[in-house]
C-alpha cells in the first residue's frame, strides 16, 4: 500500500492539479508519508516543495480517503491517498519536480491518475468539483 496526502483546492469548481517532469497524467498535490510523518506534517512538506506555499496546519480540514490501483505500479499495489482542506500562504507555482500546475474541471478526469478519477467523481457528487 502506497500511503499519500494530497491537497485539495479549489477555484471557481475547479481542483488544483500537478504533473511532475516527463509524466501526462494529473495529480492531486501532496506526496508520500516519511517516516514517523503525520499527515499534517507530510502534506505542509510536499506541497512547500510542489508549489512553494505554505499550509496553515489550523486549517486543515480532512476531506476524505479513497483507495486504487497504483498507476505504473505492479498489479495489487494500491495506493491510499487521505484528502485535506486548508489555506494556504504565498503565490502558487510550479516547483521542484512539478512541471505544470492547472485548475481542473470533471470534464479533465480523464486526466488524471486511477485514485484521481475515483476523488473526482466523489468531489462532483458533494458539490464541490463542476
Given at each position: 500500500?502506497?500511503?499519500?496526502?494530497?491537497?485539495?483546492?479549489?477555484q471557481?469548481?475547479?481542483?488544483?492539479?500537478?504533473r511532475s517532469?516527463?509524466?501526462s497524467?494529473?495529480?492531486?498535490?501532496?506526496?508520500?508519508?516519511?517516516?514517523?510523518?503525520?499527515?499534517?506534517?507530510?502534506l505542509?512538506r510536499?506541497?512547500?516543495?510542489?508549489?512553494?506555499?505554505?499550509?496553515?496546519?489550523?486549517?486543515?480540514?480532512?476531506?476524505?480517503?479513497?483507495?486504487?490501483?497504483?498507476?505504473?505500479h505492479?498489479?495489487?499495489?494500491?495506493?491510499?491517498?487521505?484528502?485535506?482542506?486548508?489555506?494556504?500562504?504565498?503565490?502558487?507555482?510550479?516547483?521542484?519536480?512539478?512541471?505544470?500546475?492547472?485548475?481542473?474541471?470533471?470534464?479533465?478526469?480523464?486526466?488524471?491518475?486511477?485514485v484521481?478519477?475515483?476523488?473526482?467523481?466523489?468531489?462532483?457528487?458533494?458539490?464541490?468539483?463542476r
Open positions: 500500500m502506497i500511503d499519500k496526502i494530497a491537497w485539495l483546492h479549489f471557481d469548481g475547479r481542483v488544483l492539479g500537478a517532469r516527463g509524466k497524467v494529473f495529480y492531486l498535490p501532496g506526496g508520500k508519508r516519511e517516516p514517523g510523518e503525520s499527515d499534517a506534517e507530510t505542509i510536499e506541497i512547500r516543495e510542489e508549489l512553494n506555499v505554505e499550509i496553515d496546519p489550523a486549517s486543515m480540514k480532512p476531506a476524505g480517503a479513497f483507495e486504487a490501483r497504483a498507476d505504473g505492479a498489479s495489487g499495489l494500491l495506493v491510499r491517498t487521505t484528502c485535506y482542506l486548508a489555506e494556504f500562504s504565498g503565490t502558487l507555482a510550479a516547483s521542484s519536480e512539478i512541471e505544470e500546475i492547472a485548475w481542473l474541471g470533471y470534464e479533465d478526469r480523464d486526466r488524471v491518475s486511477t484521481g478519477k475515483i476523488i473526482f467523481d466523489h468531489l462532483r457528487e458533494t458539490g464541490l468539483l
